[in-house]
């Protein structure tokens, strides 16, 4: 039986894989970035022989995806695939996505973990039971004073909305986005960016970047968290 020169190459790398950690100095971030990626995972597959490249593309359904390749050198054997994109008419969310799906592309195609990192495939298996819990879930009583109520729904004078401002996460989402994080064990800046970054599927730096979808999304991936702890 021939042996595959790829697969023998990376099962070489995945006998003394790089570690990567937490190193973005300064930027709450659970991961490692893509630079740190490029520099370790990148620069060891290149001693094996083995070249890793992609590219943000239209594939033949006109569906946005970034195009991967593993290839072995010498031999010209190719691992390649395609993995999807969401287009965005954000630039910096659209950057985000790119630079996130280079990055786990990279990490999936070699087995390479990170330190700290959840496991993705746990998180997107609650999503359809957050969405049906917080669709039966009746919505929560207001318990804060008038006062404060109101300061937290009007974070700006008042005037006009500003360009954007309906499609951006609303005061009620954030509010309860930081209830569910502190029931979730994420109450903490990093560890909650790190966990909504981790069901949007993309680097978030800031709650202040999501959208009213998003963040109904990762509300409902919490919601179903909760209720799985609250249940055990």
């Known amino acids: 039986m021939t042996t595959s020169p790829?697969?023998?190459a990376l099962a070489d790398f995945q006998a003394k894989p790089?570690?990567?950690?937490k190193n973005k100095a300064g930027h709450q971030s659970k991961y490692a970035d893509l630079v740190q990626v490029n520099e370790q995972v990148l620069a060891r597959l290149n001693e094996l022989g083995i070249v890793y490249t992609c590219?943000?593309?239209?594939?033949?359904?006109?569906?946005?995806?970034?195009a991967?390749?593993?290839t072995h050198v010498a031999s010209g054997e190719k691992l390649a695939g395609r993995y999807p994109l969401?287009?965005?008419e954000n630039p910096q969310q659209m950057g985000s996505a790119i630079t996130y799906a280079r990055r786990y592309v990279l990490l999936a195609l070699t087995g390479v973990a990170a330190e700290d990192e959840d496991d993705d495939g746990q998180a997107a298996s609650g999503r359809r039971t957050a969405q049906r819990a917080q669709q039966n879930r009746?919505?929560?009583?207001a318990t804060a004073a008038p006062e404060r109520a109101t300061a937290q729904r009007s974070p700006r004078p008042a005037g006009p909305p500003l360009p954007g401002d309906s499609d951006g996460i609303t005061p009620r989402q954030q509010s309860l986005l930081h209830v569910l994080l502190g029931k979730a064990g994420k109450g903490q800046r990093e560890a909650g960016l790190g966990y909504i970054s981790d069901v949007l599927e993309r680097e978030i730096t800031t709650t202040k970047e999501l959208s009213k979808d998003d963040a109904k999304r990762v509300i409902d991936h919490l919601q179903a968290a909760v209720d799985q702890q609250e249940q055990q």
């Open 6 to 8: 790829l697969l023998a």
């Open 18 to 21: 790089p570690t990567l950690t």
């Open 55 to 66: 590219a943000p593309t239209l594939d033949d359904d006109g569906k946005f995806v970034l």
């Open 68 to 70: 991967y390749e593993l």
């Open 86 to 88: 969401k287009l965005a």
């Open 138 to 141: 009746p919505a929560p009583a």
